[in-house]
């Protein structure tokens, strides 16, 4: 599937993430849950740098 965006084309890159569901608790009487990923890759990234200071 090809996507557009301001005229510019680009295939979306599919994540194949794997993940489960759990149960966090209840709100008003329904069941909460939360997708929990299991093989995410880590979104930190070394030397980042904002308005000239170093982010952790």
């Given at each position: 599937m090809s996507l557009r965006y301001r005229g510019a084309d680009y295939e979306p890159c599919q994540n194949g993430f794997n993940y489960f569901e759990?149960?966090?608790?209840t709100y008003r009487g329904a069941v909460?849950?939360?997708r929990v990923a299991t093989n995410a890759p880590?979104?930190?990234?070394?030397g980042l740098t904002y308005?000239?200071?170093?982010?952790?």
């Open positions: 759990e149960v966090i608790g909460v849950t939360r880590s979104q930190h990234i070394d308005r000239g200071s170093k982010v952790k």
